[in-house]
RNA sequence: GGGCCCGUAGCUCAGCCUGGCAGAGCGGCGGGCUUUUAACCCGUAGGUCCCGGGUUCGAAUCCCGGCGGGCCCGCCA
C-alpha cells in the first residue's frame, strides 16, 4: 500500500507510465468470468497440491500481498468475497508484462487477473495467475486488517472507508436490499401496486414531526419535505387501487440520535377491506419472510449473542394491559391529573393536555424495555392517534398497533379513519393543540378529508421503519450505521491530486 | 435545549492523574526468501500531540476559550 506522500505517489504514476502499465490510460474494461465465492464452491473437491486447465478471470481489490521472493500471494476481494491469486516465478519469467506488473502490485490496487484455477498445497483454493492487470490504483492508504477503521469521526466522514471494511455494515447495507426485495416479492404476490408519492408537499402530514421547508421556484410557492406518505396513499385507495404501497423515504426536521434521523426509509402498504387485525398479520409476514430470506432462519442470533425469534404468531399485548401488569396497578380508568401524577413518581417527564401521551410515555418507560422478540402493542390512545379510527369496543383508544423489537419501535399501524366527519373533528382538535403547546400537531388537510368525502373503504394500513428494522435485526448500536451515508460538518480535505495537478496532461 | 466523555504517526492505542528528550504494535520504505493466510527475518524513515491563549525555567500533560466527534437525558419513528 502506497504511503500518503504526493512525491512518492507521483514516482509511481510515472513509473508505471514508462512501462506502458498506467491503468488511466489502459484500462478501461475488464473481462470478469468468476466470484471469488462460486470458485471456491465450485472446485472445492480439488485436492491440496492439484491443479486444474480450467482458467477464469477475476477482478477486486487486492486487501493482502504476501511477497516470498520466488513466488507471490494475494487476496483479492470482489463482491462475493476472497480469492487467493498466486504468482509463481517460473510462470512471471515466461511473461515479461506480467512480472513488470507484479513489482509495482500494492495491498489496495484495482486488479484483474486470468489464470488456471488450483489448490496450493496448503490447501487454499487459488487462481494461479498467468496476467495481471492494474485497473486503479490506490493512492491513499487503506487501514487494511484487523483494526479497520475505529474513529467514529473517520467511519462517517469516509463511509465508503467504513463499508469497505466494516462487514456488519456491509451486511446491514446488502441485508436492506434483500429485504426489500423479499417485501416486495410477497406485496407483489398478493397484488399490491407500488407507487411513488409526492416528496414535496403544499401540506405535510400523515405523522406528527416538524418539516423540513423549501421552496419551488418555478411556483414560487412554500412546500415541505414529505414527513411520511400516508394522506396519498389513502387518497390513492380513494381512487380504486384498493392494494397500495410505498418504500418512501421520509424527512422529519428533529434531532439526531441513536434510534433517529433525518431522513429515513419506511415501507408502508394499505390494503382496502382490511382492518388493523389484517394488517398485524401482514406486517408479520412481511418482517419474518424477509428475516428468513436473509437468515434461512425464522431465529436470528445477534454479534452480542442475543437470539431474536420471529416464529409467527407474534404477541399482541394491550398497552394498558401492559402498564398495568408492570406496575400492578390499575391504570385504565385514570384521568388526565392522575396520570401526570403516575407519571411524576415514575420519573416520567411527561406534560400534555392529552392523557393519552402521558400514557404512552409510561408505557415507553415501565413495559417497552421488556420487550425483545416481536411483539404487538395495541389499543393505543385516541387522543394521540388522529388518522386512526377508533376503537369498536371503547372510543377512547384506537385501533392502532406499534411492533416492538429489540427495545426499538419498528412499525406502527391501524384501522384508517374513513369518516370525514370525525377526520375534520380530529383535526381542528390538533389545531386547538397547536395554539395549546409547541408539540407537533397534525395539520388540517382540507384537500385530504375531502377525499374522504368521496369515500374511503375500511381499510387497514402499516407502516414498517426498514433502518430501524436492520437495527434490530442485525444489533447495530446506531441508527446511521445501517444508513449507507450520513451528513457530518464541514472539513478541509487535503487531496494528493491537487499537489499533482502537472499529472494532468498527461491524460488529455 | 441540559449533562458526561474523547481528539497523540497512515491505522489501533499508550503516555496526561503526579509537568522534564514524542512512544509501542501494525502499516510504509530498503534488502532477503518458491507454498503463504494479519507470511517471516534484517534494516530504516515517519509527528501542527485538534486550534488559540494562559500558568510555568519548562506544557502532549495543568487552566481558559474555540473547533471536531461520540454517548446519555428531553422531543420526533
Redesign the pocket.
Known amino acids: 500500500?502506497?504511503?500518503?506522500n504526493p512525491e512518492?505517489t507521483l514516482q509511481k504514476i510515472k513509473a508505471l507510465a514508462e512501462e506502458g502499465l498506467d491503468p488511466y490510460v489502459n484500462a478501461y474494461r475488464y473481462e470478469v468470468t468468476a466470484k471469488a465465492e462460486e470458485l471456491k464452491a465450485k472446485f472445492s473437491y480439488l485436492q491440496p497440491g492439484e491443479e486444474t486447465e480450467h482458467r477464469v478471470s477475476v477482478a477486486g481489490r487486492l486487501w493482502?500481498v504476501?511477497?516470498?521472493?520466488?513466488?507471490t500471494?494475494m487476496d483479492l476481494r470482489d463482491e462475493s468475497g476472497r480469492i487467493?491469486l498466486?504468482v509463481?516465478?517460473?510462470i512471471a519469467e515466461r511473461s515479461e508484462r506480467l512480472s513488470r506488473t507484479l513489482k509495482f502490485l500494492?495491498?489496495g490496487d484495482i486488479v484483474g487477473a486470468k489464470g488456471r484455477v488450483i489448490r496450493?498445497?496448503?490447501?487454499?483454493i487459488?487462481v494461479l495467475a498467468e496476467e495481471i492487470e492494474i485497473l486503479s490504483i490506490a493512492w491513499r492508504?487503506i487501514?487494511f486488517?484487523?483494526?479497520?477503521?475505529?474513529?467514529?469521526?473517520?467511519r462517517?466522514r469516509e463511509r465508503y472507508l467504513d463499508i469497505m471494511l466494516n462487514s456488519r455494515v456491509r451486511g446491514a447495507i446488502v441485508g436492506l436490499y434483500k429485504v426489500e426485495r423479499e417485501m416486495r416479492r410477497i406485496l407483489d404476490e398478493k397484488g399490491f401496486i407500488e407507487v411513488h408519492t409526492p416528496k414535496l408537499q403544499p401540506i405535510y402530514g400523515g405523522?406528527?414531526?416538524k418539516p423540513f421547508v423549501t421552496k419551488i421556484n418555478a411556483l414560487d410557492r412554500t412546500v415541505y419535505l414529505s414527513i411520511a406518505p400516508e394522506t396519498y396513499l389513502k387518497r390513492l385507495v380513494v381512487a380504486g387501487l384498493f392494494k397500495v404501497y410505498e418504500i418512501a423515504v421520509s424527512f422529519?426536521n428533529?434531532?439526531i440520535?441513536?434510534?433517529?434521523?433525518?431522513e429515513?426509509v419506511q415501507l408502508e402498504a394499505y390494503q382496502a377491506f382490511a382492518d388493523w387485525e389484517d394488517m398485524m398479520s401482514l406486517g408479520e409476514e412481511l418482517i419474518a419472510e424477509a428475516v428468513r430470506a436473509l437468515y434461512g432462519s425464522y431465529r436470528v442470533e445477534r454479534e452480542d449473542g442475543t437470539v431474536l425469534d420471529f416464529s409467527r404468531p407474534w404477541p399482541r399485548v394491550n398497552m394498558v394491559e401492559a402498564i398495568e401488569e408492570a406496575l400492578k396497578t390499575r391504570v385504565r380508568d385514570m384521568s388526565r391529573e392522575e396520570l401526570e401524577e403516575l407519571a411524576g413518581r415514575l420519573g416520567v417527564?411527561?406534560r400534555d393536555p392529552r392523557a393519552g401521551?402521558i400514557m404512552e410515555?409510561i408505557f415507553e418507560k415501565v413495559a417497552m424495555p421488556r420487550l425483545r422478540n416481536p411483539t404487538f402493542v395495541t389499543m393505543f390512545p385516541r387522543d394521540i392517534s388522529p388518522l386512526a379510527r377508533p376503537s369498536r369496543q371503547d372510543p377512547r383508544f384506537a385501533e392502532r398497533f406499534e411492533l416492538y423489537i429489540a427495545g426499538l419501535?419498528v412499525a406502527?399501524g391501524y384501522s384508517e379513519l374513513n369518516n370525514p366527519v370525525l377526520q375534520y373533528y380530529f383535526f381542528k382538535e390538533e389545531e386547538e393543540l397547536r395554539k395549546a403547546l409547541e408539540?407537533?400537531s397534525h395539520p388540517m388537510d382540507r384537500d385530504y378529508v375531502r377525499a374522504l368525502e368521496y369515500g374511503l373503504p375500511p381499510t387497514g394500513g402499516i407502516g414498517i421503519?426498514l433502518?430501524?428494522l436492520m437495527m434490530a435485526i442485525t444489533g447495530l448500536p446506531?441508527?446511521?450505521d445501517v444508513i449507507p451515508f450520513t451528513i457530518?460538518?464541514p472539513e478541509n480535505i487535503e487531496l494528493v491530486s491537487e499537489s499533482l495537478q502537472e499529472l494532468a496532461h498527461r491524460y488529455l
Do not use: C, W
Open positions: 500500500m502506497r504511503p500518503l512518492e493482502h504476501r511477497r516470498h521472493g520466488g513466488i500471494f487467493q498466486v509463481r516465478r517460473d500494492d495491498k496450493t498445497k496448503t490447501g487454499e487459488s492508504p487501514p486488517h484487523e483494526f479497520g477503521v475505529k474513529d467514529p469521526e473517520q462517517y405523522a406528527l414531526a422529519r428533529e434531532d440520535d441513536a434510534t433517529h434521523y433525518p429515513f417527564e411527561a401521551k410515555k419501535e406502527n408539540a407537533e421503519g433502518y430501524r446506531s441508527i446511521k457530518t460538518s
